[in-house]
């Protein structure tokens, strides 16, 4: 049985009274929800996070980490420094990450290696960019991202891996995918890690536009375990009702 995950991204967003308030207002919501809540805030707000979901049952996330414990890194943020912060888990490949800043394959492999041998719960993006899904090669676009991470990688057990499918094109949009090109993907997703890694049982999320209005369809799907949601998780009346579909 997988437990469903509900997971907040709050990339460079959120200031110290906005993320008091937000917690003052999403109260004991996790406590009182069967569902796994993740939040990921900025890394300046992490620590004051951690405090203020202490006993709550919501997991704290970094967006990144650099794949060192750590040293000589000018402006990097290392495996020794999230676990002082109490963070959990980390989101690694987002395509915020990848495009913006360049991340290539192998750095990703090397993060995604990195979470695992410190005991964090990896969520791992992929997700194919308009033009791609436009010419057909989502497929293919997906098997690249995974295998390039995952082979011979994979060391913590199934329930500390988790994917997020994330359609470039759908994220911070407003246009998400429908619920039958989620589920597609997903299904996709989950054959390959039930045949090639032997997985089947790590969770898969949605992400791309995800708001309380169309959450109840695309979550459906039983390949689709939850969902990452990065501008509908930044109020807390809204994640409230995300975690709660
Ligand atoms: C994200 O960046 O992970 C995301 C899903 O963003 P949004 O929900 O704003 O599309």
Not at 96 to 123: S, Y
Not at 216 to 240: C, P, T, W
Request: charge should be negative; proline fraction near 4%; hydrophobic fraction near 45%.
């Amino acid at each position: 049985m997988r437990r469903t995950i509900i997971a907040a991204n709050w990339k460079m967003n959120m200031l110290s009274k906005e993320v008091v308030d937000f917690f003052a207002e999403f109260g004991n919501t996790a406590l009182n929800s069967e569902r796994e809540v993740i939040i990921a805030p900025a890394y300046p707000y992490i620590k004051m996070s951690a405090e203020l979901a202490a006993g709550k049952n919501i997991t704290i996330a970094a967006q990144d980490v650099y794949p060192k414990a750590e040293g000589a890194f000018t402006g990097m943020v290392g495996g020794k420094m999230l676990a002082d912060l109490g963070v959990k888990a980390v989101i690694i490949g987002h395509s915020e990450r990848r495009r913006i800043f360049g991340e290539p394959n192998d750095l990703i492999r090397e993060k995604v290696k990195f979470v695992q041998e410190n005991g964090l719960h990896l969520i791992f993006c992929v997700g194919e960019t308009l033009p791609e899904r436009e010419s057909g090669v989502m497929f293919d676009v997906l098997k690249e991202q995974i295998y390039s991470a995952f082979d011979d990688n994979l060391t913590l057990p199934p329930e500390k891996i988790t994917i997020a499918y994330e359609p470039v094109w759908a994220i911070g949009t407003g246009v998400t995918a429908t619920p039958e090109q989620a589920a597609e993907m997903h299904t996709f997703i989950r054959k390959i890690l039930k045949g090639r890694y032997d997985y089947a049982d790590s969770r898969i999320l949605y992400g791309g536009s995800v708001k309380p209005e169309n959450i109840q369809g695309l979550m459906a799907n039983e390949d689709i375990d939850g969902a990452l949601v990065g501008g509908a998780s930044l109020k807390a009346s809204s994640f409230m009702k995300l975690v709660n579909f």
